[in-house]
């Protein structure tokens, strides 16, 4: 038994000695080529970076809002008999979009104009008693009874002047003893009655006139009760007219939550209509440019929507605040948007032309690598022989070339082929370079 175990143990031990040896000799045969694939250097096409004079530019991201939105809302309370527009329509200014139920209005209206009718009427009453015709100015004395009261007077006092003459000559004729005592008595009592005469006539005439004065407060009267009555008329006609909801403005209907049958009050929203065309960008724009920011700059905006166009407008408004949290203020561009490409919540990337220029670095499409997982663009600058990865901002582009904003130095050289093979740091040879645009 000790033998067995013995002559186990030998082979055990020789099996392990003729395993090394193997391991040995597959090691010995793998490292040489393991070296040649690790000390291999690539050769790549590179080109150098170029600067022109460009304009000088911002860019600052945003969305799209409209340039009016008007919750429409009815001015009276009602219930709603039809809607005329759906969501997605085009209207007008003063289109029909919704009807209310107006069968109480036009009962109203009518007992208005009832009411009217009769106002005009009384006024027309009160204006005869005085003789004052229509649209004529009131004038008492052109009151047929005051006409009469006033010639009745007048013809007192001629009388009255008449007696005091006659009772004047008597005097002297009584003196000379031409007429006798009674006839002079008789001639003053004449005159006394002649002044009663006037003193009744006068105040009978300025009772008249009162009278006539007082009459026309009537009118006046009367006249204000008109007033108040074509108020109501005019009050009864404005709701009748407000059971039709119109359009604000021209624009397209967003929302339109109501539906024939609901009841709604002033404070309900019927339809939201939108005007689009203009159409306004609310960019976020760094403080660091809030003193080149002026009315009037042209931008240019692109939207996901519609790749590789451009939407041309101009600078029309800029909020003095700056948010404390970003630092950035709010700069609002108008965009025409005649064919209502442009809708409202789009995300925008715009660029807004500075007045001046400055020099821009380009580079070819070919030197650009994009990162999707960050949304990101690198490129490889190559450096005393070796690849340095480099993050950049790109700006607008210029047919195969692309502006550099940040990220490289104006006279950078650029990896332009076997770029997704290339990392950081790494040795490379250059196959030539070329000038950008070549």
């Given at each position: 038994?000790?033998?067995?175990?013995?002559l186990?143990?030998?082979?055990?031990g020789?099996l392990?000695?003729?395993?090394?040896?193997?391991?040995?000799?597959t090691?010995?045969?793998?490292?040489?080529?393991?070296?040649?694939a690790?000390?291999?250097?690539?050769?790549?096409?590179?080109?150098?970076?170029t600067?022109r004079?460009?304009?000088?530019?911002?860019?600052?991201?945003g969305?799209?809002?409209?340039?009016?939105?008007?919750?429409v809302?009815?001015?009276?309370?009602?219930?709603?008999?039809?809607?005329?527009?759906d969501?997605g329509a085009?209207v007008q200014?003063?289109?029909?979009?919704a009807?209310?139920?107006?069968?109480?209005a036009?009962?109203?209206l009518?007992q208005?104009r009832?009411?009217?009718?009769?106002?005009?009427?009384?006024?027309?009453?009160?204006?005869?008693?005085?003789?004052?015709?229509?649209?004529?100015?009131?004038?008492p004395?052109?009151?047929p009874?005051?006409?009469?009261?006033k010639?009745?007077?007048?013809?007192?006092?001629?009388q009255?002047k008449?007696?005091?003459?006659?009772?004047?000559?008597?005097?002297?004729?009584?003196?000379?003893?031409?007429?006798s005592?009674?006839?002079?008595?008789?001639?003053?009592?004449?005159?006394?009655?002649?002044?009663a005469?006037?003193?009744?006539?006068?105040?009978?005439?300025?009772?008249?006139?009162n009278?006539?004065?007082?009459?026309?407060?009537g009118?006046?009267?009367?006249?204000?009760?008109?007033?108040g009555?074509?108020?109501?008329?005019?009050?009864?006609?404005k709701?009748?007219?407000?059971?039709?909801?119109?359009?604000?403005?021209?624009?397209?209907?967003?929302?339109?939550p109501?539906?024939?049958?609901?009841?709604?009050s002033?404070s309900?929203?019927?339809?939201?209509?939108?005007?689009?065309?203009?159409?306004?960008?609310?960019?976020?724009?760094?403080?660091?440019y809030?003193?080149?920011?002026?009315r009037?700059?042209?931008?240019?905006?692109?939207?996901?929507?519609?790749?590789?166009?451009?939407?041309?407008?101009?600078?029309?408004?800029i909020?003095?605040?700056?948010?404390?949290?970003?630092?950035t203020?709010?700069?609002e561009a108008t965009?025409?948007?005649?064919?209502?490409?442009?809708?409202?919540?789009?995300f925008?990337?715009?660029?807004?032309?500075?007045?001046?220029?400055?020099q821009?670095?380009?580079?070819?499409?070919?030197?650009?690598?994009t990162d999707?997982?960050?949304?990101?663009?690198?490129?490889?600058l190559?450096?005393?022989?070796?690849?340095?990865l480099?993050?950049?901002?790109?700006g607008?582009?210029?047919?195969?070339?692309?502006?550099?904003?940040?990220g490289?130095?104006p006279?950078?050289?650029?990896?332009?082929?076997?770029?997704?093979?290339?990392y950081?740091g790494?040795t490379?040879?250059?196959a030539?370079?070329?000038?950008?645009?070549?």
């Amino acid at each position: 038994m000790k033998l067995r175990a013995v002559l186990i143990l030998l082979l055990v031990g020789l099996l392990l000695v003729l395993a090394a040896c193997q391991r040995s000799e597959t090691s010995a045969s793998t490292t040489p080529a393991a070296g040649k694939a690790a000390v291999q250097t690539p050769t790549v096409a590179t080109v150098r970076a170029t600067t022109r004079e460009v304009s000088g530019t911002v860019q600052a991201t945003g969305s799209f809002v409209a340039h009016d939105s008007s919750d429409v809302a009815p001015n009276e309370a009602g219930i709603i008999v039809a809607t005329l527009v759906d969501v997605g329509a085009f209207v007008q200014r003063g289109q029909v979009i919704a009807r209310l139920d107006d069968r109480d209005a036009k009962l109203r209206l009518e007992q208005a104009r009832a009411a009217q009718q009769q106002a005009e009427a009384s006024v027309r009453q009160a204006q005869s008693k005085i003789g004052l015709g229509q649209n004529q100015a009131f004038d008492p004395n052109t009151v047929p009874e005051v006409l009469a009261a006033k010639a009745a007077y007048e013809s007192a006092v001629a009388q009255q002047k008449l007696a005091q003459a006659d009772s004047r000559r008597y005097e002297n004729l009584v003196n000379s003893g031409d007429v006798s005592r009674s006839a002079y008595d008789k001639a003053h009592t004449q005159v006394e009655t002649a002044d009663a005469q006037v003193n009744a006539t006068r105040q009978q005439y300025e009772a008249t006139l009162n009278a006539a004065r007082q009459n026309y407060q009537g009118v006046a009267t009367q006249e204000a009760s008109q007033l108040g009555t074509r108020a109501q008329l005019g009050m009864a006609e404005k709701v009748l007219a407000d059971a039709q909801i119109r359009a604000p403005f021209a624009g397209y209907v967003s929302a339109r939550p109501v539906t024939p049958g609901e009841y709604v009050s002033t404070s309900s929203k019927i339809a939201t209509i939108l005007r689009v065309t203009p159409i306004k960008l609310e960019l976020q724009v760094p403080e660091l440019y809030a003193q080149q920011m002026t009315r009037g700059l042209n931008v240019g905006a692109s939207v996901t929507g519609y790749t590789g166009r451009v939407f041309d407008g101009v600078v029309t408004a800029i909020n003095p605040a700056v948010d404390p949290n970003s630092r950035t203020f709010i700069v609002e561009a108008t965009f025409a948007n005649t064919d209502v490409a442009l809708k409202p919540g789009m995300f925008a990337t715009a660029r807004i032309v500075l007045p001046g220029s400055t020099q821009g670095i380009f580079v070819p499409q070919t030197a650009l690598i994009t990162d999707a997982t960050t949304n990101s663009s690198q490129v490889f600058l190559i450096r005393d022989g070796k690849a340095r990865l480099a993050v950049v901002q790109l700006g607008e582009r210029d047919g195969s070339l692309v502006r550099i904003l940040t990220g490289i130095p104006p006279d950078a050289v650029l990896a332009t082929d076997h770029l997704q093979d290339l990392y950081d740091g790494q040795t490379v040879k250059l196959a030539g370079t070329a000038a950008t645009g070549a």
